[in-house]
């Protein structure tokens, strides 16, 4: 039976790898993606996934902190992979790194909408399908930044505690209904937002991780397979993080 996975933001970074691994896995995979520039990259994505692993893979634009374009990205899912989800993985994002006094409110705003909102959006649209099917995944992709202070992050941290928070609800309401909500929560990812950070400080920030490396995108795919796999694993938030927060 085939089996179909949403991958918010997939277009690039921790998203991209974790639409390969879920095609590697067998999952036709919906990709989604915001700016018109990311376009040609998940075209290329989808047609790499397609002849790699014999899945399809279906590419929709939008903005999915606004919930009338999560619903059409659930409908056109359904109309061309059917109405049985599997797995729905949040994980669009944004990050402002700016300190709370020089931020605007529009821009934290928008922070909160893409890094929260959407995945309440993109869950409430999704759901109904699989508890008609009593059966679907949820794997929210948090931070560190959720479960610790980070200086000039606070809108960000305070979005991804909400998404931990969010994730815990969910999974004592719906375990009875088969559906499992986990949370990943990535320490230091070697992503396009830190290549453009101040290397300096993040080689001083990469001295303090126990085992003193930064971790790779595929460390995150790998965390997300686990979780699919794990049938008795629900409502947790596991960080791969290099030691560098042990709660």
Request: hydrophobic share 40%; proline share 3%.
């Amino acid at each position: 039976m085939n089996k179909t996975a949403i991958v918010t933001g997939g277009s690039r970074g921790l998203g991209k790898a974790m639409v390969k691994k879920l095609a590697s896995m067998g999952y036709n995979v919906v990709v989604n993606f915001v700016s018109d520039r990311s376009r040609e990259g998940t075209l290329e994505l989808i047609n790499d996934i397609e002849k790699e692993y014999n899945v399809k893979g279906l590419a929709i634009q939008g903005d999915v902190s606004d919930y009338d374009t999560c619903k059409r990205l659930i409908d056109e899912t359904v109309k061309v992979f059917g109405s049985k989800i599997d797995v729905l993985v949040n994980n669009a994002g944004i990050d402002n790194n700016k300190s709370f006094l020089k931020i605007t409110p529009e821009e934290y705003t928008k922070l909160v909408n893409v890094n929260l909102m959407s995945y309440l959006h993109m869950t409430h649209v999704a759901l109904p399908y699989m508890v008609e099917h009593k059966d679907g995944n949820i794997i929210n992709i948090a931070s560190i930044g959720g479960m610790m202070g980070v200086a000039e992050q606070a809108d960000y941290c305070a979005a991804k505690s909400g998404v931990i928070g969010f994730t815990r609800g969910l999974a004592v309401e719906f375990g009875p209904r088969n559906i499992r909500v986990n949370c990943i929560a990535p320490g230091m990812i070697w992503t396009d937002m830190l290549r453009q950070a101040d290397q300096n400080a993040v080689a001083a920030l990469k001295t303090a991780i126990p085992l003193g490396e930064i971790g790779e995108v595929n460390d995150i795919a790998d965390c997300m397979e686990y979780l699919i796999n794990a049938k008795y694993v629900t409502g947790q938030t596991i960080s791969p993080n290099g030691g560098i927060l042990m709660p």
